[in-house]
């Protein structure tokens, strides 16, 4: 049986599409370095959500969750149809592996159907608030703020909230990669003096906002924030709403090549192959003495990815300054020369 097969199957207890009023939950046991692979292969399927369950020091237990039966699954009206004629999970696994040579599939994947009301308050179990670095929470929209507790530090008493409301946009602090850019943000930001205070922002596949969020709190920072899922768009103003922020100053979908201009601070976390596509576009929009915060890359990337990224075809120099580990993901902060043209 080839890797990532083992236990892999349709649940022959629930399988089949539920009726109206059901959604279809995406089960999958897998290593932790390649959960947010799974989860942005999973939302191009057309995930509407996920849930971590359980999370260990190496793996990770994740729900997917569809509106509609995620791509492959078939339209099926009973069960011995469904034996019958579908291979989901192997089918899923082949397509995981396709589109991402270098991950470990899931080990198991397992798929349901489920009736709405428990996705509708799982978010609420699953999703606390999170502190990272020294001054950010990360906390959904259903906390209430906590009054002060006797005997909190002044460093709790001082953590900037970051409000995200689940949904199509990826980034909730939870992963490792997300944690890593928050971290190299607030360094950054809370490290005098600097050289260009980054008072202007580019967030680069924004996805919830977050990074654009915590930049806008910790330095009231003026944000543009671009990403190519225009389902996302809608749930970035809401989030900087929750935050008690008016919202970005620009909004944008589509590339980061198609804008002109540069930025003291630019930000992007993404997946390896797509940073090294965005490369040029990102050193290029990054302003002279400005700064790049990069995340997403696995450290089994890194041997191959750093020197491929620091190649870049601009007239310019640029220089390493920051690198932290986290999980086995990998992220970065870069300077711009600050005499370059």
């Known amino acids: 049986m080839p890797p990532g097969k083992e236990e892999s199957l349709i649940d022959p207890n629930d399988s ?104 509708e308050t799982a978010w609420r179990v699953h999703f606390k608030p999170l502190a990272i670095g020294a001054r950010l929470l990360i906390a959904p929209p259903w906390e209430p703020l906590q009054p002060a507790r006797d005997g909190a530090s002044a460093q709790e008493e001082r953590r900037l909230r970051v409000v995200v409301d689940p949904g199509m946009g990826f980034g909730t602090g939870g992963h490792a990669s997300t944690r890593l850019a928050l971290m190299l943000l607030e360094d950054l930001l809370l490290e005098p003096p600097m050289e260009h205070p980054p008072w202007r922002m580019l967030d680069v596949g924004t996805g919830s906002g977050i990074l654009a969020i915590a930049a806008a709190l910790l330095a009231e920072a003026r944000v543009t924030a671009v990403d190519i899922d225009k389902d996302a768009l809608p749930e970035v103003r809401r989030n900087f709403r929750l935050s008690g922020l008016t919202g970005p100053e620009f909004l944008l979908r589509g590339e980061p090549a198609c804008l002109r201009g540069s930025y003291p601070l630019v930000t992007a976390n993404i997946t390896a192959p797509v940073l090294l596509t965005l490369r040029d576009s990102l050193l290029r929009l990054t302003a002279p003495g400005g700064y790049l915060i990069v995340s997403g890359v696995l450290e089994s990337e890194l041997e191959s990815f750093l020197p491929s990224f620091l190649t870049h075809t601009g007239n310019f120099s640029v220089q390493l300054e920051v690198e932290k580990r986290h999980q086995g993901w990998w992220g970065c902060r870069i300077k711009r020369g600050s005499s370059d043209p």
């Open 16 to 119: 089949g599409p539920g009726p109206a009023g059901h959604f279809w939950e995406l089960e999958a046991e897998l290593d932790l370095a390649d959960a947010e692979l799974w989860s942005l292969f999973c939302h191009e399927k057309g995930a509407a959500g996920a849930e971590v369950m359980e999370e260990g020091d190496s793996r990770l237990t994740i729900r997917h969750f569809f509106n509609t039966p995620p791509e492959g699954f078939g339209e099926l009206d009973n069960l011995a149809a469904a034996k019958e004629t579908l291979r989901f999970s192997e089918t899923m696994l082949e397509a995981f592996s396709g589109r991402y040579p270098a991950a470990t599939p899931p080990h198991r994947i397992v798929c349901r159907a489920r009736p709405v009301e428990p996705w």
